[in-house]
């Protein structure tokens, strides 16, 4: 156990980029349990056009640095 944890664990902040922010096919949730959900369209994707698609997640903690 780390003497420097905080007493409950550390929470835990998610985003996109800002330039994912508004793309309507991503969307992220944060959950209670401190974990996210990543909710994407059906409808918004296109295999012939794109086979792959990264969705970058800045994931950072209330620890300090």
Same mark, same amino acid.
């Given at each position: +156990?780390?003497?420097?944890? /905080?007493?409950n %664990?550390?929470?835990?902040?998610? &985003?996109?980029? /800002?330039? +994912?922010? #508004?793309?309507?096919?991503?969307?992220?949730?944060?959950?209670?349990?401190? &974990?996210? &959900? $990543?909710?994407?369209?059906? #409808? %918004?994707?296109?295999?012939?056009?794109?086979?792959?698609?990264?969705? /970058? $997640?800045?994931?950072?903690?209330? %620890? #300090?640095?």
């Amino acid at each position: +156990m780390d003497k420097d944890d /905080p007493k409950n %664990g550390h929470y835990f902040l998610y &985003s996109l980029l /800002p330039e +994912m922010v #508004n793309n309507p096919n991503f969307t992220i949730k944060k959950n209670e349990d401190n &974990s996210l &959900s $990543i909710l994407a369209k059906h #409808n %918004g994707f296109n295999r012939q056009k794109q086979e792959v698609y990264l969705l /970058p $997640i800045i994931i950072s903690d209330s %620890g #300090n640095p």
